[in-house]
T-cell receptor
C-alpha cells in the first residue's frame, strides 16, 4: 500500500512532540469520519472515528476534532513515537452511501 | 484479532489478460468493498457488495470489472481484460454494517505489462 507521492504534504516532528494532522472534507452531508494510518506496503489501518453529532473524540494518544462549519477534521497524536511514522488519511462517509471517500493523505515523519 | 486477508500479494499480468484478486473478509461482516490506490494517489472506492449483490459502485467500476462471493468466505474482484492503467494496489475491506468502520486487507499489487 504505497501512498508515497511527490506532492504529499509532510509533517516532520521530533519524538515526544505532539502532532496535528489536518484534513478538509468535501461533502457537507457526510456524517461519519475516520482516520486511517498507512505504513509502507500495508493496507489502511483504523485509528479513530467520529460521527457528525460529536465535535471531539479521544482514544489512546489520539484525539479527533470535527468542525462541521468549515468542514475540517484534525487528528492529534500525543507524544509522537517513531512507530507513528506513516501516511495518514482522513475518510468520510455520507448518509445512504457505503463508500468511504479518502483525502489525499499526509506523511508524518518522526525523528528519534 | 480477526483480519481481512488478500491473495496474491503481488500479481503481474500482460495487458488484455484476465485477473482475479481474492479476499477473505472478517467472518461476521456483512458488507464487502474493493478499493484501489494508484501509486502516489489516494485510495479510491470501486464497489460495495451486500447480500450477494452490488450495492454501490463508482465510475471506475465499468464492464471490465466484476465481483463475486462464490462461497461463504471468499470475495473476489475480476478484471476481464486488464489495461496498463489498471496497475495499482487493490484493497479489500469489510464492515459489520454500513456507516461503520471498514477493516482493510493488506492489498494486492497488480502490475499490468
Amino acid at each position: 500500500g504505497e501512498s508515497v507521492g511527490l506532492h504529499l504534504p509532510t509533517l516532520s516532528v521530533q519524538e515526544g512532540d505532539n502532532s496535528i494532522i489536518n484534513c478538509a472534507y468535501s461533502n457537507s452531508a457526510s456524517d461519519y469520519f475516520i482516520w486511517y494510518k498507512q505504513e509502507s506496503g500495508k493496507g489502511p489501518q483504523f485509528i479513530i472515528d467520529i460521527r457528525s453529532n460529536m465535535d471531539k473524540r479521544q482514544g489512546q494518544r489520539v484525539t479527533v476534532l470535527l468542525n462541521k462549519t468549515v468542514k475540517h477534521l484534525s487528528l492529534q497524536i500525543a507524544a509522537t513515537q517513531p512507530g507513528d511514522s506513516a501516511v495518514y488519511f482522513c475518510a468520510e462517509n455520507g448518509p445512504g452511501f457505503q463508500k468511504l471517500v479518502f483525502g489525499t493523505g499526509t506523511r508524518l515523519l518522526v525523528s528519534p | 484479532e480477526p483480519e481481512v486477508t488478500q491473495t496474491p500479494s503481488h500479481q503481474v499480468t500482460q495487458m488484455g489478460q484476465e485477473v482475479i484478486l481474492r479476499c477473505v473478509p472478517i467472518s461476521n461482516h456483512l458488507y464487502f468493498y474493493w478499493y484501489r490506490q494508484i501509486l502516489g494517489q489516494k485510495v479510491e472506492f470501486l464497489v460495495s457488495f451486500y447480500n450477494n449483490e452490488i450495492s454501490e459502485k463508482s465510475e471506475i467500476f465499468d464492464d471490465q470489472f466484476s465481483v463475486e462471493r462464490p462461497d461463504g468466505s471468499n470475495f473476489t474482484l475480476k478484471i476481464r481484460s486488464t489495461k496498463l492503467e489498471d496497475s495499482a494496489m487493490y484493497f479489500c475491506a469489510s464492515s459489520v454494517m454500513t456507516g461503520n468502520e471498514q477493516f482493510f486487507g493488506p492489498g494486492t499489487r497488480l502490475t499490468v505489462l
